[in-house]
């Protein structure tokens, strides 16, 4: 039997998923939030990556923000109130910005609905015959 | 010295322009005579921009800081095996890289296709040579590297610090080749199309030249991840920065092109299309030029940066009405009334592969282009960051990645409902059982589970059809397993070499999902000789070393790795590996460079990161532990074994078509 030797080959990889335990929510949210705040005075990084001073120092405020007890949502607020919308790593879900969203979500479908209905007029019409 | 570099560039500037008005001239009285002289100064070019590297070499090496460049990216310290860096680690420098390689390029494809196309090398090589005398020009007047410098010094500047590492003595070179040399391919189409003489013979050299360019492009991506992954200190292998994606964005256009380029090869149907594909890979090619040489992007590449974003600007723009004139004009000669016979085929399969393909292209493109749009528009500026583009992308990789099982076992033309439902049978049944094993056993994470799972899809289906095809031969023709497995891939490479290119794209895919699903990471400041627990290590500093350098501090840290206890009681620790880890602070250049310390398995790596030097004894790190990223740097070579076996000349003997 052939196929049992694949399906005990591909078994390999679920199984091999990996399970740990979680960190402590307060540093999963320090992590997250460096991941969405550029460092303003870096080319293109996040202070996440960000070996700058500047970029140390939002890590820090980032830290006394969650200890204060401040929301995700008011600590990007903070930081955009402060340094401009740029500082975020993405775009506002609201207003103008919301077509970096909106274009995606809208054009590849209707694209792709558009592809089924080409090959369906290029299928060839003899094939029905 | 420097005088006869700059002489080589003009030499080679006023070749690649006579070869253009030869071409023109000969073709317009007939004149064989001066079709070939004209031929020949294309050739020329070579020799004598190989003379100008040769002479950028021998500054590097023998310190002749009076030229500008060498002053820029080079010091005495400098050991000379960098020199091979210092060539492309600036604007000037990388443009003669890329005039060599092109003039290499061009040389190659005109000496084979003028045995097999003659008629349309006219056409190709004044494409070709145009493409060129575009870099010669805008070195030879806006950009020479061998511009002298204006006072006298003693030492150079040094160079780059983040370039000193191995990945960099390929990653720069391969993506600048391949970017450069989509120009290969689109000059041979377009060549091909202005003549009227769209031939499957060039075709067939379009198909081999995309495949190469397609792997130094591959290779050169994985590269760049492995650099930022080791070197740069990010954590992390891809960030989704404009320069990496307008190097990303061609390899996709590019894959979409090697797909369709099969159903052309196949069935000659696509013809026109493959054409747009091309195209579209040129000028994102061209539009990676201007993004990284004074673009308005932000990005941590701004090694090249220059003044001349609009000279790019222009000739990419040019990239983009060119073609489409040719295209209007002609494109009526490439229609063919071949049509798709049914929704299962391999054919519809290509085309969806293909929209999937341009459809992340395109959302990486709005992506990249989209604050400038923002900024058009009057708005505050703004930043698209990893977020868009994985919540964006993801879906359709997805998607792609569940085509991939389905489209290797459709059939030409037309596939009927039932044949097909038997050879996904097993695959499925496999694709279910993976969801319920891990849902039984492991995560959650329904998200994680899905994109696993559709991996062990693919994976049998390919498994399925080399088992069943080995099978067969063992049966029919009495080979063994192993002789029998061989043949039924040496039968056909096409095919086959896809499917070890498939492999290693579910690596790739493997390595991705674990870091995006699964990648834990804390900040922690860590004393001396003192354990730290993180997930299933204890992580123990042991040692600070602080290092000057000419032109570096460096500051090392030592660290112990141990097993985590699962027993308390135990006294001693079980100890892993030791690890070291620093970084280093370039004054003169302002900048850090980072190299993680890591300790790496084929299920995870632990990942530290030196950020700060706190005293003597204490240190703050950022850790992480990165599931399955190994398998990132494993599919590289596995990639470029099944590029190898798919481009390996077929001999007389297995030749079908």
Redesign the interface.
């Known amino acids: 039997m052939p196929h049992l030797k694949s399906i005990i080959l591909c078994s390999i990889i679920p199984f091999s998923i990996y399970c740990s335990n979680e960190l402590n929510n307060d540093e999963n949210r320090a992590q997250y939030l460096f991941e969405n705040l550029m460092c303003p005075v870096c080319d293109g990084q996040t202070i996440s990556e960000s070996q700058a001073q500047l970029a140390k120092n939002m890590r820090d405020i980032v830290r006394i923000k969650i200890e204060e007890g401040l929301t995700d949502d008011q600590i990007l607020d903070y930081f955009k109130s402060k340094y401009g919308t740029s500082v975020l790593s993405n775009p506002p879900k609201s207003g103008f910005y919301f077509t970096v969203w909106l274009i995606p979500i809208i054009v590849l479908p209707s694209i792709f609905i558009g592809l089924i209905f080409l090959i369906k007029s290029l299928i060839n019409p003899q094939k029905e015959n | 010295m420097a005088l006869l570099g700059t002489f080589c560039i003009t030499i080679s500037f006023i070749l690649s322009i006579y070869s253009i008005l030869g071409f023109l001239i000969s073709m317009k009285f007939k004149a064989e005579e001066l079709k070939i002289s004209a031929r020949w100064s294309s050739y020329l070019t070579l020799p004598i921009i190989s003379i100008a590297v040769y002479i950028l070499v021998y500054s590097f090496v023998t310190h002749d800081f009076s030229i500008k460049y060498v002053f820029n990216h080079s010091n005495i310290s400098m050991e000379p095996i960098y020199t091979w860096v210092a060539i492309y680690a600036g604007n000037e420098g990388s443009l003669l890289y890329i005039s060599t390689v092109i003039s290499l390029g061009s040389f190659l494809t005109i000496k084979t296709l003028q045995k097999r196309i003659p008629e349309s090398v006219p056409h190709i090589t004044i494409i070709m040579m145009g493409i060129l005398s575009f870099f010669l020009g805008v070195m030879l007047f806006l950009a020479d590297p061998f511009t002298l410098l204006e006072s006298q010094v003693q030492d150079g500047r040094g160079i780059n610090p983040l370039l000193k590492h191995p990945g960099m003595f390929s990653h720069p070179p391969l993506l600048m080749a391949g970017l450069a040399t989509i120009s290969i391919p689109f000059s041979i189409t377009t060549g091909m199309l202005i003549s009227g003489n769209y031939s499957d013979k060039g075709t067939e050299y379009v198909r081999i030249t995309t495949l190469i360019i397609w792997l130094m492009l591959g290779i050169g991506l994985l590269l760049g991840s492995w650099w930022a992954y080791t070197i ?5 292998y891809w ?1 989704w ?2 320069i990496e994606n307008v190097g990303l964005m061609p390899w996709l256009v590019l894959t979409a092109l090697i797909h369709s380029l099969i159903v052309q090869r196949r069935r000659g149907m696509f013809r026109l299309w493959n054409l747009v594909l091309i195209n579209i890979a040129f000028v994102l090619s061209q539009f990676g030029m201007f993004i990284n040489r004074g673009g308005p ?4 590449h ?1 090694f090249a940066a220059s003044t001349l974003g609009f000279i790019f600007l222009s000739f990419m723009i040019l990239s983009i009405i060119f073609p489409t004139i040719i295209f209007l004009w002609k494109y009526k000669e490439l229609l063919n009334s071949r ?5 299962l085929s391999k054919e ?1 399969s290509f ?2 592969n293909n ?1 999937l393909l341009l ?1 992340i292209t ?2 990486t493109l ?2 990249l282009v ?2 400038l749009f ?1 900024e058009l ?1 009057g ?10 583009y994985n919540s ?1 992308n993801g879906p ?1 990789l997805l998607i792609l990645i569940l085509l991939m099982s389905i489209g290797p076992i459709l059939p030409w033309k ?1 596939g009927n409902i039932k044949s097909f439902f038997k050879n996904i049978r ?1 695959p499925l ?2 694709f279910v ?3 319920i ?2 849902l039984i056993f ?2 959650f994470n329904f998200l ?2 899905l994109a ?2 559709s ?2 899809l693919v ?2 289906t390919i ?2 059809e080399w ?2 095809g080995t ?1 067969n031969r063992m049966k029919r023709l009495k080979e063994n397993i192993f002789i029998g497995f061989i043949n039924l891939i040496n039968g056909n490479r096409t095919k086959h070499g896809g499917y070890i290119i498939h492999l290693s794209i579910l690596m790739l895919a ?1 390595g991705i999902i ?1 870091m995006n699903f ?1 990648q ?4 922690y400041v860590i004393s001396k000789n003192k354990l730290l627990d993180f ?2 290590y204890q992580v123990e500093l042991s040692e600070i070393k602080t290092k000057n350098f000419a032109d570096r501090i460096e500051r090392t840290a030592k660290f112990n790795i141990y097993k985590k206890q699962q027993d308390k009681s135990e006294k001693d620790l079980e100890k892993i590996t030791e690890l070291q880890g620093s ?1 280093a602070i370039y004054p003169s250049f302002n900048m ?1 460079s ?1 190299r993680a310390a890591i300790h790496s398995t084929v ?2 790596d632990l990942y530290i990161i030196p ?2 030097f706190i005293g003597e004894d204490k240190l703050l790190i950022r850790i992480s ?1 990165n ?2 990223i190994s398998w990132l740097w494993f599919a590289g070579p596995i990639f470029f074994i099944g590029a190898i076996f798919t481009l390996w000349p077929r001999t007389e003997k297995n030749t079908k078509l």
């Open positions: 740069l200190g990010w954590g992390g960030a920065d404009p992007v932000v990005s941590v701004s049509k798709i016979n049914s929704f519809s085309l969806i929209f459809a395109f959302v709005w992506g989209f604050p923002s528009f708005k505050e500026p703004v930043t698209v960051g990893t977020p868009y964006v359709l037309e097993f049944i496999i059982l993976c969801i094993i891990s492991f995560s994680a589970i696993f799972s991996l062990s994976l049998a498994l399925q088992i069943i099978n493997m674990g699964y834990q990471k804390a900040d997930q299933n970084n850090a980072v299920l995870e950020s700060e532990i599931p399955f």
